[in-house]
């Protein structure tokens, strides 16, 4: 019965010493729900090396990573468009999460300056959703008649200038 119990702990001990805390909360890449309103934005999201991740339509659910390198956490930038509406950009940040301390405890020196260093679980993504409201361009509101637009005469040819309606 103590042999067991020796057993059990040598084998949870080991366990603890190979693992990292974040690794073991944080297994592969974050889920991020992105979402804009209207829906129907295509999103490019891009990395901090500026280089193409993904293209997806919203709604939907983009799996990051984030690790970029041994000891350094990845950032992404989001770009949303859509005909007749701005161009809008969101950033992805990065910050330690709480459970890397608990290497401090449970995972130790190895989990601590390898495993979770290693593996990037030791970063979390912020935010953790994503919903971006998309305005609609100038133009799309000068087409809609909700908008006002301004121009010289001298911009204009002369059929446009018989059309005008002056307005005090």
């Keep these: 019965m103590i042999l067991r119990m020796i057993c059990m702990v040598v084998v949870l001990g080991a366990a ?16 991020i729900p992105i979402a804009s309103t209207p829906a129907g934005a295509k999103v490019s999201i891009y990395d901090r090396s500026n ?19 041994y000891f350094k956490s990845q950032t992404y930038r989001l770009v949303f468009d859509m005909p007749g509406y701005d161009r809008a ?12 301390f608990g290497n401090l405890v449970f995972g130790g ?19 953790e959703k994503i919903e971006q409201s998309m305005s609609a361009s100038q133009a799309q509101l000068i087409h809609n008649g909700q908008g ?18 002056r307005v005090n």
Aim: aromatic share 6%; with cysteine; charged share 10%.
């Design 109 to 127: 020196v190895i989990g601590m300056l390898i495993v979770d260093p290693l593996t990037g679980a030791m970063y979390n993504l912020t935010p």
């Design 51 to 69: 280089s193409l991740v993904m293209t997806n339509t919203t709604p939907f659910v983009a799996p990051l990573n984030t690790k970029f390198g």
């Design 16 to 31: 603890a010493a190979v693992s990292g805390c974040a690794t073991i909360v944080h297994s592969g890449p974050r889920n």
């Design 89 to 100: 950009e969101i950033n992805l940040d990065s910050s330690v999460s709480g459970w890397y």
């Design 148 to 165: 006002l637009l301004i121009i010289l005469a001298s911009q204009t040819t002369q059929h446009e200038r018989d059309d005008m309606v």
